[in-house]
């Protein structure tokens, strides 16, 4: 059983190493990873230092982009905010995967009428715009980073819960579900450890893909005031605050943008890889 | 026999608004009741006496319990009155009507500008596919689905308005007002049809259809437009239909930038300020609009596609598991 897992992810390994965007998307996403991950250590100074005497510094040796308007060092607060729009991007799919695990294996599993009020109030969820929906949630909680990333978390649940769902329909049905059943297994048991991992493999792919526009989304919360509060440095919220500015100081918005887009790009390059090497049917 | 199925289909979805507006009212009543936060106290500042603000909150009806309001305000809906503002006093369903147009406008010419350039450069990409050109243009619309809108609108402004001066940076007073906005918004939304057109008419263009049109000797032009890409369409009017509401919403952004006075940005302001009559009231009016476009969409379907229209213009009764295979060809 085991040799057979590791065989079918070589396999998928090796269809991804062959598609060079897709490697090219891998390393950037490592890169930026590491980059959050260490970035007390890469950044030359805090996030909120301040120096006034010295606010939109060109750049120079000290500041190798240059400071903002309350002289803090451009590149430090880039590297930082690397970590709070990943957690953002990182945290609400894996909060919204969750939940959406959660909601549509339910409701798969025990079908009926769990499934129709389940899947109801999904639909109703799913009425209204999702961005707007987060900015809903979002104000409603309260400007903050965690509050944004359950509101993004609560509005792309049902997208991911109808997935689960549609591919636990496929397997309840099978063999092994009927044994487990057979022998008096237990509903989470026969969920988590059965149906679970032979229905996943497409979530996960739309996982993936979902990171870069998770992203997207927590930048805009953010930049619209909903998200990452100052002195906090978020990409979103570092667009927000040099768009006051652009007229004069236009690399202040043009930094954190080229940070989101390079990340969003290299998630979804990734993203579209590991869909073409886990499933080579839909490659084109 | 006629389109009776599909007149009852329509009514059933229409049908289908009322627990939506009965749940969307609740789910958003529930998040305002749970939060802290009082609209009377904001509304009366850090100054008013205890007094003041309960007897604001009495008038404003928030001392009575959460589901009497909850049914008041659906008896509301149901005669059109969805309240009044806390804060300029303005009936919302009027502020509603006065808004939405603004932003249904720069959504729908945002659109417009998205299918004209996605659909077009979809079917190039994969014509061409396995050349530079294919390759360009997927680049491209990568780079496009990758960048925050919101962005790409603050550089178009820099670049059009405060350096060229074609166009105003903000507002919507004359026509150039609307090109900025409606470009900012659309660029993803062009690039995701793009893509979506790219790969499923690379599906289409394989099949053995297209052959026996091109062995029959029609044109190559004849042979895509209307051989594949008619059939392409299906999945394409599914992305149409889920990025018409996405914009919808992201029409927020668009608004607060550029300054429209459009029902997005009113929902922003009444956010901010506890006004809880708009919130509601506007969440609400997105939800019934966006489940209006996914019935147009529906609809649509079913005329590009014999095989939809089939189930619903037929006699025959059909078996429960035909019945279930075609809620899920609707619900893909």
Redesign the interface.
Same mark, same amino acid.
């Given at each position: 059983m085991k040799s057979k897992k590791r065989s079918r992810l070589g396999e998928t390994w090796h269809r991804l190493k062959k598609n060079k965007a897709a490697v090219i998307g891998l390393v950037v996403v490592i890169i930026v990873l590491l980059v959050a991950i260490f970035a007390p250590l890469l950044a030359p100074y805090p996030y909120d230092q301040q120096d006034l005497s010295n606010v939109y510094a060109k750049p120079s040796r000290e500041h190798l982009l240059g400071t903002d308007k309350f002289g803090r060092d451009n590149l430090s607060r880039l590297i930082w905010g690397s970590r709070n729009s990943l957690i953002m991007g990182l945290g609400c799919v894996a909060l919204g995967t969750l939940f959406g695990i959660t909601v549509g294996s339910i409701a798969g599993y025990f079908g009926g009428r769990v499934d129709i009020v389940i899947m109801r109030i999904m639909d109703v969820f799913s009425c209204v715009p999702m961005l707007l929906m987060c900015v809903v949630i979002a104000a409603i909680l309260g400007p903050s980073i965690q509050n944004a990333i359950l509101a993004i978390a609560i509005s792309t649940t049902p997208s991911c819960a109808r997935l689960i769902r549609a591919n636990i329909l496929t397997v309840r049905d099978k063999e092994f579900v009927e044994a487990a059943k057979a022998i008096d297994a237990k509903s989470p048991h026969i969920i988590l450890r059965h149906i679970l991992p032979n229905a996943i493999a497409p979530t996960i792919v739309a996982t993936t893909m979902n990171i870069g526009n998770s992203i997207i989304s927590g930048a805009t919360l953010s930049f619209i005031g909903l998200g990452a509060q100052p002195p906090l440095a978020e990409w979103g919220a570092m667009l927000s605050e040099g768009r006051n500015y652009m007229r004069q100081h236009m690399e202040l918005v043009l930094y954190p943008g080229i940070c989101i887009m390079i990340t969003v790009l290299a998630f979804n390059l990734l993203g579209d890889g590991l869909r073409d090497a886990l499933d080579p049917r839909l490659k084109n | 026999m006629g389109y009776e199925r599909l007149t009852r289909y329509i009514i059933r979805r229409l049908l289908w608004m009322i627990?939506?507006v009965l @749940?969307?009212t609740f789910?958003?009543m529930l *998040? *305002?009741e749970l939060?802290p936060g009082d609209p009377a106290r904001q509304l009366l500042g850090h100054f008013a006496t205890e007094e003041q603000i309960e007897q604001a909150r009495e008038e404003m009806g928030l001392n009575r319990p959460l589901i009497t309001r909850y049914f008041d305000y659906l008896y509301g809906v149901t005669k059109g009155d969805l309240g009044v503002s806390y804060f300029t006093k303005g009936n919302v369903w009027d502020d509603i009507m006065v808004r939405f147009p603004y932003t249904l406008l720069i959504v729908t010419i945002s659109m417009f500008i998205a299918i004209c350039t996605g659909i077009p450069i979809g079917v190039y990409a994969a014509t061409h596919?396995y050349t530079w050109k294919d390759n360009a243009s997927i680049v491209a619309s990568?780079?496009c689905?990758?960048?925050?809108n919101?962005?790409f609108a603050?550089?178009l402004?820099?670049i059009f308005a405060?350096k060229l001066g074609w166009v105003p940076s903000l507002g919507v007073e004359t026509w150039k007002g609307w090109i900025l906005p409606s470009v900012a918004l659309s660029i993803g939304y062009s690039a995701t049809l793009a893509r979506q057109t790219?790969?499923s008419m690379?599906?289409q263009i394989r099949q053995d259809y297209v052959t026996t049109a091109r062995a029959k000797g029609q044109t190559e032009r004849v042979v895509i437009y209307k051989h594949a890409l008619k059939n392409a369409l299906i999945p394409i009017i599914t992305i149409v239909g889920s990025v018409f509401? #996405?914009s919808?919403? @992201?029409a927020?952004?668009a608004e $607060?930038i550029f300054a429209i006075p459009g029902l @997005?940005s009113y $929902?922003?302001s009444a956010?901010?300020s506890r006004d809880y009559p708009v919130?509601q009231g506007s969440?609400l009016y997105? #939800?019934v609009m966006?489940?209006v476009i996914l019935l147009l969409v529906d609809i649509v379907y079913s005329m590009v596609d014999p095989r939809i229209r089939s189930q619903f213009v037929g006699t025959k009764k059909r078996s429960k598991k035909e019945k279930k295979q075609r809620s899920e060809v609707l619900?893909q």
């Open positions: - | 627990p939506v @749940g969307v789910i958003v *998040l *305002l939060t596919q990568l780079f689905v990758s960048m925050p919101f962005w603050l550089i402004v820099n405060i790219r790969s690379l599906e509401g #996405a919808l919403g @992201g927020v952004i $607060t @997005g $929902t922003l956010l901010t919130v969440v997105f #939800a966006y489940s619900s």
